[in-house]
């Protein structure tokens, strides 16, 4: 339990390209729109989170280029800090500064267009450049080595894999800020077009633009507004090697770390029975098994099983991804931020047409970043 | 101590962007484009207006909604004359040197506009000498900022 809350939340429609807006139009947006949601001014503010990629915006120092557009600004300009990373990191960093004691509120924004740059070159430059960036290995080829170590050890299969994707797209049907919603078939996803052996069209989430934002509140501010706070109740980061010949795939301590960690600070003790609802970081179609694994709710090996069985479907016991997941929409950065804005809104009840069914009291949210998910993010939101 | 060969691995990284001006942005350089003018937009709070058009005045944090034709001249508020080379990153072509970086408040705008003055010659550059917009010819503006082509300094 923190004395955290997530006051205020907005995210753009996710769409392949947006040239109706630039990063300032998307930001400025979801700002006033995060503010309105908390019953807030932009003067209520003090202090602000910009969370951007140099590489995806194609300039350096990209996180200070949109302090007018989310009003860090305002009035003469007020304190604000960058990450570089995921948006669940930049939450974070937010809870972080305010439980500093030095600032009640804070904005959190992130933004990414994967339009606009060469999501390959681009994501080819994470990796070290004496002797992984030459081989041309990238976010999806990386995924597939992953991917396959993960089937090899745990003796799963394509079909497998197949399941997540046709019940995360089916999902997305109910979610109007989807990119990617469509009923598909085993038959369609195991044809779709092969892209890097085992993935194939249909494992993999798409190029996305799009932004988002939320308000933290310290306690004392949170319980003063006209509105229901989503409390933070546990949350914890960690990172695990960045050279993938140093980490065994098919395993993910970082997250299993994070996940203990979080479920410590918010005295969860069996996550499959305590938790309602989970939003997780699904790039392509066998993460969601596997973070899921990782995140203690199954047996390592088991998720796949769940999947098929509909334990985690809309109407299952516990829905994972019931906006669509990552694999319907992807803003890279946006997508960790999106995972909290979605597990929120369904704590609150409003999540409309994706609103599952009973209550939701208690919710994870997860982030990541860097190849094949070498740090992770854990949010467990709750009433 | 033995000297021993230190490498180092070259690589010429090209990463290609497909930058969306936006609403505003938009806005501006279909103007330019098409009509030779320079827009700007006022905010409606504080007054100022601001070019390039943007979608919020940061201290006040609203939307300048008043879209305002701006004039093609105004003072040079700065200057540089820039004596090393620079390859265009729109043509990829090395631009002669020297060239003149100048920060131009156009008559009428609040902020400056930052452009090329066609003007070498410290002795005809300082601060507060009126300058104007050169613009491309019809058929060779393109909807950038370059097709202003420069400013000249008028006499």
Avoid at chain 2, 122 to 128: A, N
Wanted: aromatic fraction near 8%; charged fraction near 20%; charge should be negative.
């Amino acid at each position: 339990m923190t004395d955290i809350a997530i006051v205020g939340m907005a995210q753009t429609p996710y769409r392949r390209r947006r040239d109706d807006a630039n990063f300032a139009e998307l930001i400025y947006g979801v700002t006033c729109e995060a503010l309105d949601d908390a019953g807030l001014e932009i003067g209520d503010i003090d202090n602000f989170i910009t969370v951007s990629n140099d590489f995806w915006d194609g300039r350096t120092i990209s996180s200070m280029a949109v302090q007018d557009a989310c009003g860090s600004s305002f009035d003469g300009g007020r304190n604000v800090s960058t990450v570089e990373g995921d948006g669940t990191f930049g939450l974070l960093y937010g809870m972080m500064r305010i439980l500093s004691g030095a600032y009640q509120t804070t904005l959190v924004v992130v933004h990414c267009k994967g339009s606009e740059g060469n999501m390959r070159l681009i994501t080819n430059g994470m990796f070290d450049y004496i002797y992984t960036r030459p081989l041309g290995i990238e976010a999806t080829g990386a995924a597939a080595l992953q991917a396959r170590r993960y089937m090899d050890k745990y003796k799963l299969t394509e079909e497998d894999f197949a399941h997540v994707s046709i019940k995360n797209r089916g999902n997305a049907l109910r979610n109007p800020n989807a990119q990617l919603a469509e009923t598909l078939s085993l038959d369609q996803v195991m044809a779709s077009k092969p892209i890097a052996s085992p993935l194939k069209l249909h494992d993999i989430s798409p190029i996305s633009d799009g932004a988002a934002a939320v308000v933290l509140a310290h306690r004392n501010v949170a319980n003063k507004l006209g509105r229901k706070p989503v409390w933070v109740k546990g949350i914890a980061h960690c990172s695990e090697a960045h050279f993938l010949g140093d980490r065994d795939l098919a395993e993910a301590p970082a997250l299993r770390d994070a996940a203990f960690r979080a479920y410590q600070m918010a005295g969860i003790e069996d996550p499959f029975a305590e938790i309602d609802l989970v939003e997780l970081y699904d790039a392509y179609s066998y993460m969601e098994p596997l973070w899921f694994e990782e995140l203690g709710f199954c047996p390592k090996g088991k998720g796949a099983e769940l999947i098929r069985l509909g334990a985690t479907a809309f109407d299952g016991p516990l829905p994972v991804n019931p906006s669509g997941g990552v694999l319907s929409a992807h803003a890279v950065l946006v997508a960790g931020l999106a995972r909290v804005i979605e597990a929120s809104l369904q704590i609150r009840g409003e999540a409309g047409e994706r609103q599952v069914e009973g209550p939701v009291e208690l919710a994870l949210a997860h982030g990541i970043n860097g190849p094949c998910g070498q740090s992770h993010c854990v949010v467990i939101l709750g009433e | 101590m033995e000297k021993v060969e230190l490498i180092h691995l070259r690589q010429d990284v090209d990463l290609p962007y497909h930058w969306a001006a936006g609403r505003y942005g938009s806005m501006m350089l279909r103007a330019l484009r098409d009509r030779k003018v320079i827009l700007g937009n006022r905010c409606p709070q504080c007054n100022k207006v601001y070019v390039p058009p943007r979608v919020v005045c940061g201290p006040c944090f609203v939307q300048p909604s008043e879209v305002v034709e701006l004039s093609p001249a105004g003072i040079l508020a700065g200057y540089s004359v820039v004596n090393y080379p620079f390859i265009d990153p729109e043509t990829g072509q090395k631009r002669p040197v020297p060239y003149t970086y100048a920060y131009i408040k156009l008559d009428g705008c609040d902020n400056y506009l930052s452009h090329l003055v066609d003007e070498t010659d410290p002795s005809r550059l300082y601060p507060g000498v009126r300058v104007e917009a050169v613009f491309r010819p019809d058929g060779e503006r393109v909807g950038r900022l370059q097709d202003i082509l420069h400013f000249r300094v008028v006499d």
